[in-house]
């Protein structure tokens, strides 16, 4: 993409240049894949805040708010303890700070699995207070209704199958999915089930890779694989895992800069300049003028 993206520092948006570009829309995204098969596949990132909103809008189609800012900005142990509040705080924030990628915010556990008219509410709140394109949600047939509900209702919906962080403590852990012919076929199916109900994209996260080749072809929406396959209808990453914030990362990241020691040189570089008092130097201090 040749626009070039300049952030206005009176509104934090990032405006494009030259020409301003309209935001991709969830039936723009959905009609990707016609037919079974996707041309163009469909790039996804998290965004967490408005400055690397701004920074991944350009190269993206999706970005997403993941509920993983509870480990990745918060320190949290995993994504249960994440709250609506936090969620729709960080969303509005992507929103501000893009302007081409549709933005997607999840919905954090206990927010929506309760009944179709407790995720209306709670993805009420989000759409209304972050302006975001649509929400995702983890779980298969069992949210299917939900999804059904929140779709009828005006609420674009992104399903998440495979392994489902926020099902941690019944999964009891993070390992690839889909291992046995009995959990591949129930991941088939749930995917398939969230597709009827009217999903626009879904998640295929930590699966063996024969299995999101199958979830690719069975099901007509877009399949946006993490730890899946090439042969999905799009990919995301968590970005900080991608830009090598972090020394642990799942199998499936692949790491595209090493953003760690860069931080902790540059921190170090600064700490021996205040200590040798060489900072700052005469280009950072003001001085009388003459
Ligand atoms: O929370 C998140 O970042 C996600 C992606 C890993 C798909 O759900």
Same mark, same amino acid.
């Given at each position: 993409?040749?626009?070039?993206?300049?952030?206005?520092?009176?509104?934090?948006?990032?405006?494009?240049?030259?020409?301003?570009?309209?935001?991709?829309?969830?039936?723009?995204?959905?009609?990707?894949?016609?037919?079974?098969?996707?041309?163009?596949? #469909? *790039?996804?990132?998290?965004?967490?805040?408005?400055?690397?909103?701004?920074?991944?809008?350009?190269?993206?189609?999706?970005?997403?708010?993941?509920?993983?800012?509870?480990?990745?900005?918060?320190?949290?142990?995993?994504?249960?303890? *994440?709250?609506?509040?936090?969620?729709?705080?960080?969303?509005?924030?992507?929103?501000?700070?893009?302007?081409?990628?549709?933005? #997607?915010?999840?919905?954090?556990?206990?927010?929506?699995?309760?009944?179709?008219?407790?995720?209306?509410?709670?993805?009420?709140? *989000?759409?209304?207070?972050?302006?975001?394109?649509?929400?995702?949600?983890?779980?298969?047939?069992?949210?299917?209704?939900?999804?059904?509900?929140?779709?009828?209702?005006?609420?674009?919906?992104?399903?998440?199958?495979?392994?489902?962080?926020? +099902?941690?403590?019944?999964?009891?852990?993070?390992?690839?999915?889909?291992?046995?012919?009995?959990?591949?076929?129930?991941?088939?199916?749930?995917?398939?089930?969230?597709?009827?109900?009217?999903?626009?994209?879904?998640?295929?996260?930590?699966? #063996?890779?024969?299995?999101?080749?199958?979830?690719?072809? +069975?099901?007509?929406?877009?399949?946006?694989?993490?730890?899946?396959?090439?042969?999905?209808?799009?990919?995301?990453?968590?970005?900080?895992?991608?830009?090598?914030?972090?020394?642990?990362?799942?199998?499936?990241?692949?790491?595209?800069?090493?953003?760690?020691?860069?931080?902790?040189?540059?921190?170090?570089?600064?700490?021996?300049?205040?200590?040798?008092?060489?900072?700052?130097?005469?280009?950072?201090?003001?001085?009388?003028?003459?």
């Amino acid at each position: 993409m040749s626009t070039t993206f300049q952030l206005d520092t009176a509104t934090s948006r990032a405006n494009p240049t030259p020409a301003p570009m309209k935001r991709l829309t969830i039936p723009a995204l959905r009609q990707r894949k016609v037919d079974g098969a996707t041309t163009q596949p #469909i *790039v996804m990132l998290t965004a967490y805040t408005a400055r690397q909103a701004q920074l991944l809008d350009a190269h993206c189609d999706m970005l997403l708010v993941g509920d993983s800012l509870g480990q990745v900005i918060y320190g949290l142990p995993s994504s249960v303890p *994440v709250t609506l509040d936090m969620m729709i705080a960080h969303g509005a924030a992507v929103v501000r700070g893009s302007w081409h990628a549709a933005v #997607i915010v999840d919905m954090p556990f206990g927010t929506y699995e309760a009944s179709p008219t407790q995720a209306f509410e709670s993805a009420a709140r *989000v759409l209304k207070e972050t302006g975001c394109a649509g929400i995702k949600l983890e779980g298969g047939l069992a949210m299917a209704e939900t999804v059904a509900f929140l779709s009828a209702r005006g609420i674009p919906v992104m399903g998440h199958v495979g392994l489902t962080p926020q +099902a941690v403590n019944t999964l009891g852990g993070y390992g690839a999915r889909g291992r046995s012919a009995a959990e591949a076929a129930k991941i088939v199916a749930d995917a398939q089930s969230l597709a009827e109900a009217g999903a626009f994209a879904i998640v295929v996260e930590g699966v #063996i890779e024969p299995l999101a080749i199958a979830v690719t072809k +069975a099901v007509p929406c877009p399949i946006i694989g993490i730890g899946g396959s090439a042969q999905c209808d799009g990919q995301v990453l968590v970005t900080e895992d991608m830009l090598g914030m972090f020394d642990r990362v799942p199998r499936f990241v692949k790491r595209y800069e090493d953003i760690a020691t860069v931080i902790s040189g540059a921190a170090a570089r600064y700490a021996a300049e205040v200590r040798d008092r060489s900072f700052p130097g005469l280009e950072q201090t003001y001085q009388p003028k003459s």
